[in-house]
T-cell receptor
Framework: LAKTTQPISMDSYEGQEVNITCSHN???????ITWYQQFPSQGPRFIIQ???TKVTNEVASLFIPADRKSSTLSLPRVSLSDTAVYYC????????????FGGGTRLMVKP | GAVVSQHPSWVICKSGTSVKIECRSL??????MFWYRQFPKQSLMLMAT?????????EQGVEKDKFLINHASLTLSTLTVTSAHPEDSSFYIC????????????FGPGTRLTVL
């Protein structure tokens, strides 16, 4: 299983763009990159998933360079409610692959 | 769509008793469900993988006789913490994978277990 490395914590202010980078040097050819958000005392919530280049949805963008050894989650114009822990995971596309959570990044959005 | 529920959302029990936590996929069938445990300020740790109609697969270090998992139907998996002790106090989260769709897992809201 590819191991991921993320910053432990980040601070930001309302209205700013936040970029959280995740390293996954040992990512395999069939691995996807998935990001989850978790609020205190709640289950994780799927944010975005990608394989290469750029993926965008209504919540965030995910940038993946050509070598796929890292990825960056971009949250545009964060608000106080975006304060949460963000997890980067890599996993294969097979039925037997489970999710392995790393330490996550604790994002604090300040007013 | 793709909602997963857990019951109860929180439970307090005495040491030595057993506690059952239910995980349900409300609007889809889940051939595979996963159980995680999360201690305060820590990440989620996978405990076991539960497949409908078969025995669960436990991660290394997780006692299968203490954490009994039953996945009797495509919409329900249960985790029973037997003879609970204070060190079992934690946040237990389940997730479910839609049958035939391997890329997405949907998480339940979690169950807070406190053992006195």
């Amino acid at each position: 299983l590819a191991k991921t490395t993320q910053p432990i914590s980040m601070d930001s202010y309302e209205g700013q763009e936040v970029n959280i980078t995740c390293s996954h040097n040992n990512i395999a050819t069939n691995d996807y990159i998935t990001w989850y958000q978790q609020f205190p005392s709640q289950g994780p919530r799927f944010i975005i998933q990608g394989y290469k280049t750029k993926v965008t949805n209504e919540v965030a963008s995910l940038f993946i360079p050509a070598d796929r050894k890292s990825s960056t989650l971009s949250l545009p114009r964060v608000s106080l409610s975006d304060t949460a822990v963000y997890y980067c995971l890599v996993r294969g596309n097979n039925a037997g692959n489970m999710l392995t959570f790393g330490g996550g990044t604790r994002l604090m959005v300040k007013p | 769509g793709a909602v997963v529920s857990q019951h109860p959302s929180w439970v307090i029990c005495k040491s030595g008793t057993s506690v059952k936590i239910e995980c349900r996929s409300l609007d889809f069938q889940a051939t595979t469900m996963f159980w995680y445990r999360q201690f305060p300020k820590q990440s989620l740790m996978l405990m076991a993988t539960s497949n409908e109609g078969s025995k669960a697969t436990y991660e290394q270090g997780v006692e299968k006789d203490k954490f009994l998992i039953n996945h009797a139907s495509l919409t329900l998996s249960t985790l029973t913490v037997t003879s609970a002790h204070p060190e079992d106090s934690s946040f237990y989260i389940c997730s479910a994978r839609i049958a035939g769709v391997v890329n997405e897992q949907f998480f339940g809201p979690g169950t807070r277990l406190t053992v006195l």
